[in-house]
């Protein structure tokens, strides 16, 4: 293996060398592919949401189809109105109005510095 002394043997070595020509759209395709790249339609969390919700509604439906959903299908009832009945209270009622209003009261505030205050700076 031969040593190169300086850049321009290497440079004369490598511009000796039977190159193909790229192709002429190499570089609009290669742009194409990455950064000008459509963005997915669907996020993937969406698309394990829509499994997820896919593989329970046909586990449902195959226990339907048996009869053993009508036990839990009561129990479920069951539960959905005691989670109504326990969150539709005044006192709930009130607590979300209030968080609420403290979101918006805090959302309004200028939180910026004073006119004479300093920022810390960074290390």
């Given at each position: 293996?031969?040593?190169?002394?300086?850049?321009?043997?290497?440079?004369?070595?490598?511009?000796?060398?039977?190159?193909?020509?790229?192709?002429?759209?190499?570089?609009?395709?290669?742009?194409?592919?990455?950064?000008?790249?459509?963005?997915?339609?669907?996020k993937?969390w969406?698309?394990?949401?829509?499994?997820?919700a896919?593989?329970?509604?046909?586990?449902?439906?195959?226990?339907?189809?048996?009869?053993?959903?009508?036990?839990?299908?009561?129990?479920?009832?069951?539960?959905?109105?005691?989670?109504l009945?326990?969150f539709?209270?005044?006192?709930?009622?009130f607590?979300?109005?209030?968080?609420?209003?403290?979101?918006?009261?805090i959302?309004?505030?200028?939180l910026?510095?004073?006119?004479?205050?300093?920022?810390?700076?960074?290390r």
């Amino acid at each position: 293996m031969k040593s190169y002394d300086s850049d321009d043997e290497l440079e004369r070595a490598l511009f000796a060398l039977e190159l193909e020509e790229p192709p002429a759209d190499l570089r609009a395709s290669i742009l194409t592919a990455t950064i000008y790249r459509p963005p997915l339609p669907v996020k993937p969390w969406e698309v394990w949401a829509l499994g997820a919700a896919c593989a329970l509604l046909v586990w449902l439906l195959v226990a339907v189809s048996q009869g053993a959903a009508a036990p839990a299908m009561a129990a479920l009832t069951g539960y959905l109105s005691e989670g109504l009945a326990s969150f539709a209270q005044p006192a709930t009622f009130f607590w979300i109005a209030v968080g609420g209003g403290a979101v918006v009261w805090i959302s309004q505030l200028n939180l910026t510095l004073a006119p004479g205050a300093q920022q810390a700076q960074r290390r």
